[in-house]
């Protein structure tokens, strides 16, 4: 069959998931181009439903998609000790992935030159003037989209080399209590009074929705995944023996794992061509978190396009990911305990300070504040260490695995 070609679009998007999605919507957005988003039909290619959270401290755009907000925030630590934080003016937000492709797939709808495709990309390579995507259509039948630049947010098939790889995994519940017993105004980011695995670490993480209904998470940093038979034992016991939630429905649930690595993530895929997403580095590797970095490289890309520049920054500093290379292998190697390093960092550094050095938004002094409030021996003894230390392929990459 004869491909079919058409001259789309200033810019393509390959994959319309929080990188795609989030750029689609700043371009169009800023009227900065035109803009084809290509989303793969349902099926394995398509990631099941998950929710994205983050923190902003104001009127981002997408507060038609937040499902919910908390202005306090709470970690307990492995000895049961809370630390409650308010990180005004931050706010932590709950997007769910559904609700954000709505939002967006309607303001594209609405706008001039946006366009979502159903099609599964084959290939991007440079073309005459920009690059081409070649697609299958849903029907079997071949497509080929051009554009002046290409952002492809498909997952890598094998993550760059790293001298540190760690897994975070999960599993969540979406539960409804019988009675009350949530507060709804406070997350848990991390509950360490959970038992600890022999290697990383593992903590409960709960977002209340209303006063009986909530988002409960088992979460692990470690090298390797568990099943789910292995998840759901132990988001029962924290759920039963931690929470003391007594009788529940699940309602729903999530599973995921993210990267955390410090491998090296090339922005260039070719000359009109860019990596963004995970795929492109985005992921925070010492945290996971993703999409407030996501929003962030998106704005900047959209601004560059509208005043006719091609930059696509980096979604973190070099400060930020030598601080999290360093944190990663102290973690990894032991030399530190992730429970309290984590509760420690909560109790002694202002939150509204600590959430801006995860945006690397700190500056250098305040980085300087933050680490002296780390075990700074271990920290320094890694440190002095990594330079040395070959980069290995070890993991397949798992970007966004999610399952139902
Ligand atoms: C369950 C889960 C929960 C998470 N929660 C958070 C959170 O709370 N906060 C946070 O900051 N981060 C979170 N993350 C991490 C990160 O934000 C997400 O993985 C996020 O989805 C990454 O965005 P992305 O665009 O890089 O990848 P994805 O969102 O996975 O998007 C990739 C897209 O590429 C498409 N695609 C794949 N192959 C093709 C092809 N051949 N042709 C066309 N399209 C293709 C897929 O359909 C998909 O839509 C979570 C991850 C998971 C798995």
Redesign the pocket.
Known sequence: MTPRSAETSDVVV???????LSLAHRLAETRAATVTV???PDGP???AE?????WHSDVDGLEEAVSASWSVLRVHGADGRPVTVEPDPFTYRMVRSTDFERMVHGRLAHSDGGHVLRA???SVRNSPGGAEVRCTLPGGGPLTLRARRVFD???LTALPPARTQLLQHFRGWFVRTDTDRFDPTVADLMDFRVPQPAHGLAFGYVLPLTPSRALVEYTEFSRNTLNTEAYESALDRYCRDTLGLGPLTVEQT?????PMTDARFPRHAGTAVFR????GG??RPAT?????A?QRQSQAIAAALRDGHATVPAPHGWRALAMDAILLRALDTGRISGPDFFTNLFRRVPAERLLRFLDGTTSLREEWGIGLRTPVRAMLSTAAELPFLPRHARHSAR????HR
């Open positions: 390959v994959g319309g998931g929080a990188a795609g290509i989303e793969p290619l398509r990631p998950r929710t994205w959270c983050y599964t990309a084959q947010s498909r997952p999530e599973q995921g794992v993210i963004i997403g995970t795929a985005a992921t996971g978190y993703t999409f407030s996501v970007n966004g695995v999610s």
